[in-house]
T-cell receptor
C-alpha cells in the first residue's frame, strides 16, 4: 500500500493569492516529483527532487517553486496564483529499490484559480 | 528521444467485452514498460509492468506482453467491468537512464452496463 498524501484535495482561490500544495510520503523514498495534469489527462513533469536539498525543474515551464528540506516532504508553492494555474497537481515518489520508471502517486490536488 | 504512443480515446465498451488499448514506443536499448491506471478522482497507480522482452505483465485480469520486435506493449482484458472505467497510461523507462518515466497521453476507457 502506497503512503503518499496530498493536501488539500480541492482548492478554490482568487487571483494573486499565495498557495502551497503539500505532499508527504511515509515510505522513505528519496525521489519525489510534481506533475501537472491537463484537462486532456496528459501528464507534465514540473519539478523533481532526488534527495534533501536537491530540486530540479521539469519539462514544463512552471511559475511554481519547490523545496526539499526533509526526505518525506515536498511542498509546491505558487507565489501569485493566476487562472492559468488552474489544473490537477499530482505528487509522486520513487526509490532505488524500485525498477526505474515505477512511481507511487498521491491522490492529487485540484486547484481552481478564479 | 524516448516516446510512447497510445491509441486515442475514449474507448467505449459494454460490460464483458474484450479490451485492447494499443501502445507502441520508441527507445534505445531495452526499456522497462509499464501500464498505470487512474480511476476518477484519484492519482495514478501501477497496474502492471514488464522489464525485458517477451515478459508478460498481469494484474486484475489485465495483461500486456513486451514485444521488442514490434516495439509494443498492448493492454488487454478478456471481459471488462464497469469498475474498469478509468484512464490508462502506458509508460517506459530507458535501461540505465533516468528514474523519470516517459508517459503516453493516456486513454480513457468507459464501460457501460
Amino acid at each position: 500500500e502506497a503512503d503518499i498524501y496530498q493536501t488539500p484535495r480541492y482548492l478554490v482561490i482568487g487571483t494573486g493569492k499565495k498557495i502551497t500544495l503539500e505532499c508527504s510520503q511515509t515510505m522513505g523514498h528519496d525521489k519525489m516529483y510534481w506533475y501537472q495534469q491537463d484537462p486532456g489527462m496528459e501528464l507534465h513533469l514540473i519539478h523533481y527532487s532526488y534527495g534533501v536539498n536537491s530540486t530540479e525543474k521539469g519539462d514544463l515551464s512552471s511559475e511554481s517553486t519547490v523545496s526539499r528540506i526533509r526526505t518525506e516532504h515536498f511542498p509546491l508553492t505558487l507565489e501569485s496564483a493566476r487562472p492559468s494555474h488552474t489544473s490537477q497537481y499530482l505528487c509522486a515518489s520513487s526509490a532505488p529499490s524500485l525498477p526505474r520508471g515505477e512511481q507511487y502517486f498521491g491522490p492529487g490536488t485540484r486547484l481552481t484559480v478564479t | 528521444g524516448d516516446s510512447v504512443t497510445q491509441m486515442e480515446g475514449p474507448v467505449t465498451l459494454s460490460e464483458e467485452a474484450f479490451l485492447t488499448i494499443n501502445c507502441t514506443y520508441t527507445a534505445t536499448g531495452y526499456p522497462s514498460l509499464f501500464w498505470y491506471v487512474q480511476y476518477p478522482g484519484e492519482g495514478l497507480q501501477l497496474l502492471l509492468k514488464a522489464t525485458k522482452a517477451d515478459d508478460k505483465g498481469s494484474n486484475k485480469g489485465f495483461e500486456a506482453t513486451y514485444r521488442k520486435e514490434t516495439t509494443s506493449f498492448h493492454l488487454e482484458k478478456g471481459s471488462v467491468q464497469v469498475s474498469d472505467s478509468a484512464v490508462y497510461f502506458c509508460a517506459l523507462s530507458a535501461a540505465g537512464g533516468s528514474y523519470i518515466p516517459t508517459f503516453g497521453r493516456g486513454t480513457s476507457l468507459i464501460v457501460h452496463p
